[in-house]
């Protein structure tokens, strides 16, 4: 019977099989170092270190130290760092294709740990787009918003306001334009005299020879009469001025209201909106902590993916039939992972227990959602449950944290430095509720901080007042009287395009005083302005008077000058057919 | 080295010249046909492949046969697929079929896919008019062939070695 078999063929490879069983104890191990560094990095985005990997195939055992996963947004430093992983493999389970752990543990588990080395990888375009596309998270626009209110409020009490007060502008050009039209008037008096004083030259020498002289003795009595009239339209004018003059003061007077409006208007400002003051104040600080929730979120959909990885069918040919009694067997199943490590949370170092159970990577066959249950214990103690639903065709994920008495270090809140609010170290309670229902993200994170020290800080410069000091002093008065600070970021959007509303009681009573104080500032600036318009208007009217004043007492004597002439001429108060009777001409022609 | 590419050759001028048995290329195309019918990747091509290599059987006439029936068998898909199906169905059989595939190793024999077991059957169906008519044709035409390849130098050159020590074993 034995014949029948080629031993020179058998026996060789019967020994090179048992060879090979017998190295694949350790060969096992290599493979399974190489298999998780070289996914687990393609998976991740960055280099996942593994140290020592022990694996004993016949035994069912599997021990990995010293893992480290760097974090792809930061690759000097690692997601997670884990000393040891212990797994009890169902030996029975693989001879049917199917890793399943029934017992294994984590120990030494570590986050945010710094690298020595980086753990950058390069990416694939794919990769470089996905991380590229960093979501925006709250209304910037409402957050530029109030940065911008702070600077439109700069320039309105900045701004030069003595430049555009239309009144100076009015007086000024009164002052100017005034005593021109008095000289016009005493240049007119004074040709007027001049005409007069030769006329009646001309006259007392034609006087001599009357008889050669008249013609123009005849003509005097028409241009002593012209002379007249002028000097009549000239003193008409001269009572014109005084008239004219108040009604340019009351021009003065109608400007410098107008400018008192302008400046009340200008300095009068639209009320700080107190929900994109929150976003101002707290959007900064909040992103932070939800780029990393939802990072976590994101990781875990990458470990658990929403659709199972399809695997090209290994015979392309028939039907793979499915037996009636037979169970279908996942390709990984992790019953129960026992978690035990250490985190720093807010600066605080805090030990974490918890477990992972059910994860699989075809949850439909187990029917059962992978859960997460983490609880820290020490000065923070947090207790986090999460459970990823994959056993629908719709994904579910939900994430439930219950963090009491944390204490929150001292934060500085707001982006410019016009306005920044220092929180001083407080004790705070925060609740994060999450769902994720296929991509779309629900939920919100409540912060309850208690006992909350607030301290103002305000750069704004505002003209010559001192109103940094008096809106810091307003602000103080108003943030003492906060007993707790509550905020509730309300989560909405997508996975990859996620957006959060903030809603606060800090933004509300920050954007009272802010607007009381503003109000007030106002107020006296609009004051100060309006009195100092007055002033300057009062002595530009005073200057004005005066002007007119001189310019009159100059025209007067100047208009006297040419009546004393025709006076002479015609030899007291006579009209101009007296003064033709008065003359030798007609005598002579008598 | 030379001898490591003429080793084929030598193999196919051993078939027909009488190194082994009619009943060895006989048993070896047979095995040869369930190989080449059998889809590969699961425990049933691979043992039956064994078979081949470990048993007293002529293995150039079982690989080329496996060749020939591999190529073939693509062209049985269908028959092989609704025959398979038509077994693994068969409901008084299915506690059966799940002992075996529940037990170890089960899932890697691969029998539950409708053309492995489809094909697997139609090659051991095939086995025996295989067997009885190769070994009818080897049993006529080996020393016809035999005395033909001797007029050719080149065979003689082929078989050099193998009939020395075949001559010097007796």
Redesign the interface.
Same mark, same amino acid.
């Given at each position: 019977m034995l014949?029948?078999?080629?031993w020179s063929?058998?026996a060789p $490879?019967l020994i090179v099989l048992a060879l090979v069983v017998l190295l694949s104890e350790y060969g096992v191990a290599w493979l399974l170092r190489w298999q998780l560094s070289a996914q687990g990095s393609s998976a991740v985005g960055a280099k996942v270190d593994v140290g020592q990997v022990r694996a004993s195939v016949i035994g069912g055992r599997l021990s990995i130290e010293n893992v480290a996963i760097t974090n792809p947004a930061a690759p000097m430093e690692n997601l997670v760092e884990i000393g040891q992983l212990e797994f009890d493999l169902s030996t #029975?389970e693989l001879?049917?294709?199917s890793a399943v752990i029934d017992v294994g543990a984590i120990r030494g588990l570590q986050f945010g740990t710094a690298r020595t080395v980086s753990g950058e990888i390069e990416l694939t375009p794919e990769e470089e787009a996905e991380a590229a596309s960093e979501p925006s998270w709250f209304n910037e626009q409402a957050a530029n918003y109030a940065a911008n209110w702070m600077d439109d409020l700069e320039k309105r009490f900045t701004s030069d306001v003595n430049q555009q007060f239309q009144s100076i502008g009015v007086a000024q050009e009164l002052i100017e334009r005034w005593p021109g039209k008095y000289k016009e008037l005493e240049v007119a008096a004074k040709e007027l005299k001049a005409k007069a004083e030769e006329l009646k030259a001309q006259v007392k020498e034609a006087k001599k020879n009357p008889l050669r002289n008249s013609e123009f003795l005849a003509r005097v009595p028409q241009e002593a009469g012209a002379l007249d009239r002028q000097l009549k339209a000239l003193y008409v004018q001269l009572d014109k001025l005084p008239k004219e003059a108040a009604a340019d003061r009351l021009r003065i007077e109608a400007a410098r209201k107008h400018d008192e409006q302008a400046i009340r208007e200008k300095l009068a400002m639209k009320g700080l909106d107190a929900e994109s003051l929150t976003d101002y104040l707290l959007g900064q600080q909040l992103t932070g902590p939800l780029r990393q929730v939802v990072g976590w979120l994101k990781w875990a959909r990458k470990m658990m993916p929403s659709k199972p990885v399809v695997k090209a069918p290994? $015979?392309c040919?028939?039907?793979?039939?499915?037996? #009636?009694?037979? $169970?279908q067997r996942p390709d990984l199943l992790v019953r129960m992972l026992h978690l035990d490590g250490k985190a720093n949370l807010l600066g605080q170092p805090v030990d974490l227990k918890g477990f992972v159970s059910d994860f699989t990577t075809q949850p439909k066959l187990t029917g059962k959602p992978a859960q997460l249950e983490l609880q820290t214990t020490g000065s923070m103690p947090i207790k986090l449950t999460a459970t990823c639903d994959r056993t629908q065709d719709q994904p579910h994920d939900v994430l439930f944290a219950d963090c009491r008495g944390i204490v929150v270090p001292k934060v500085r809140l707001g982006s410019s430095k016009k306005l920044r609010l220092s929180v001083e170290q407080s004790t705070a309670s925060v609740i994060v509720s999450l769902q994720l229902n296929g991509e779309k993200l629900s939920g919100d994170i409540q912060l309850v901080q208690d006992k909350v020290h607030i301290t103002p800080e305000v750069a704004v410069k505002i003209g010559d007042l001192s109103m940094g000091e008096t809106l810091e002093a307003q602000l103080q008065q108003s943030l003492a009287n906060v007993p707790q600070l509550a905020t509730r970021v309300t989560l909405s959007g997508t996975l990859n395009k996620p957006q959060a509303k903030i809603e606060s009681n800090l933004g509300p009573v920050v954007a009272t005083a802010v607007d009381g104080a503003i109000r007030q500032a106002a107020n006296e600036q609009a004051e100060k302005l309006i009195a100092k318009s007055q002033a300057k208007i009062d002595a530009q009217l005073a200057k004005f008077d005066e002007t007119i004043t001189t310019a009159a007492a100059k025209v007067a004597p100047e208009l006297a000058g040419p009546a004393s002439s025709l006076k002479t001429l015609v030899g007291g108060n006579v009209s101009v057919e007296q003064l033709g009777r008065q003359l030798p001409v007609g005598s002579l022609f008598k | 080295m030379f001898s490591v590419f003429l080793w084929p050759l030598r193999q196919i001028v051993a078939v027909l010249t009488g190194h082994d048995s009619p009943r060895q290329v006989a048993a070896g195309f047979a095995l040869g046909v369930v190989l080449g019918m059998t889809?590969k990747?699961?425990f049933l091509a691979i043992t039956v492949g064994i078979l081949l290599? @470990?048993?007293?059987v002529n293995r150039t006439a079982g690989i080329a046969a496996a060749v020939i029936f591999s190529w073939l068998s693509g062209y049985f898909?269908g028959i092989?697929?609704r025959l398979?199906?038509r077994i693994? !169905?068969m409901p008084a059989l299915?506690?059966f079929? @799940?002992t075996i595939? !529940?037990a170890?190793?089960?899932?890697?024999w691969?029998f539950?896919?409708?053309?492995?077991l489809?094909s697997m059957l139609m090659g051991i169906w095939l086995t025996l008019p295989c067997y009885l008519i190769v070994k009818a044709l080897v049993a006529k035409y080996q020393p016809i062939a035999l005395a033909w390849i001797s007029k050719y130098r080149l065979a003689r050159v082929l078989l050099g070695a193998d009939l020395t020590a075949r001559f010097s074993m007796e």
């Open positions: 014949r029948i078999f080629r063929y058998l $490879r #029975a001879l049917h294709k290994e $015979r040919r028939g039907v793979d039939v499915l037996f #009636a009694g037979v $169970r | 889809p990747g699961n290599c @470990a048993l007293q898909d092989s697929h398979g199906e693994l !169905e299915q506690n079929y @799940a595939y !529940e170890p190793f089960g899932p890697l691969g539950n896919n409708t053309v492995v489809g």
